[in-house]
């Protein structure tokens, strides 16, 4: 009977452990995303809200007509920090961009290069109507750094709908 009340109490402390780590892992968690490290769960949110956001700006332009949908595109009501769509025209030059410097300009011309060659304009303007992913170095607007995009591009009537999300670079010392 002795031995059976030991092995209850041995498991009640090792539940109480197994319960103090699990918090202790959570609280790390948390405290890794609030500076700025993020979780791969995280990061997978983040590509689904990119996408969602493009399908937004496709049933504004279905709804309400390219006129409209490439209005309110270029205003800053429709930016929110990092979080933007972009919408390239027949020819490939951008109707729709939070910098008004960029629009007309084309996604095949030199400001879509990398410093190291990579033309990922050219893959952004090679969206299809199912989507796809491009990923390139790009400066994020709401902290002025280069950093990894990962670009949602889809192709609906001639027009790119496009929005992404940044990844910070690691820093090396």
């Known amino acids: ?26 609280i790390t968690i948390v405290s890794d995303e609030d ?7 995280y990061i997978v949110d983040r590509g689904e809200f990119a ?9 504004l332009y279905e709804n309400e007509g390219r006129d409209e949908a490439v209005r309110y595109y270029n205003t800053p009501e429709s ?6 769509v972009f919408i390239a025209d027949e ?21 879509f290069v990398g410093a190291d060659g990579y033309r990922y304009g050219d ?5 299809t109507a199912r989507g796809k992913w491009v990923d390139y170095l790009y ?10 995009k990962h670009s949602w591009v889809i192709k609906r009537d001639g027009l790119i709908f496009g ?11």
């Open 1 to 26: 009977m002795r031995s059976l009340w030991v092995l209850s109490g041995f498991a009640a402390v090792v539940s109480v452990v197994a319960v103090v780590l699990s918090a202790i892992a959570l």
């Open 35 to 41: 500076e700025g490290q993020e979780s791969q769960s």
């Open 163 to 173: 929005s992404g999300w940044y990844q910070v670079l690691p820093k090396f010392e």
């Open 123 to 127: 893959l952004i303007s090679e969206a």
């Open 79 to 84: 930016t929110d920090g990092e979080w933007y």
């Open 51 to 59: 996408v969602e956001m493009v399908m937004e700006a496709l049933e």
């Open 91 to 111: 020819s490939d030059d951008l109707i729709a961009h939070p910098n008004p410097d960029l629009l007309g300009v084309n996604l095949k011309g030199e400001l």
């Open 139 to 148: 400066e994020n607007p709401a902290t002025g750094n280069q950093e990894y």
